[in-house]
Each structure stands twice: as structure tokens, then as C-alpha cells.
């Protein structure tokens, strides 16, 4: 069973004001990525 693809574009937002500091990443890349996903559907 295929899983339909999602369109996320129309989620993208800049960020440019905000940096990435090593000290606010996850140790694991799915969690912050479960993270950054999360900051995004608030």
C-alpha cells in the first residue's frame, strides 16, 4: 500500500533571524527533526 505523497512548500518559512547552535541539536537527527516538524504544524 502506497502512502499518497504530502506537499510540505507550502509549510517552508525562512529562518534567517534564527542560526543553528550545535548546543540546541538533538543527539539523534530523527528527534530534531521531530522537532523542527513539530515548531512547524504549532
Do not use: H, K, N
Not at 529562518?15 to 543527539?27: E, I, N, P, T, V
Amino acid at each position: 500500500v502506497l502512502t499518497p505523497v504530502v506537499d510540505l512548500s507550502g509549510r517552508r518559512e525562512e529562518y534567517q533571524d534564527r542560526g543553528l547552535d550545535a548546543s540546541d541539536m538533538a543527539d539523534d537527527p530523527i528527534v530534531q527533526f521531530q522537532r523542527w516538524f513539530a515548531e512547524v504544524e504549532e
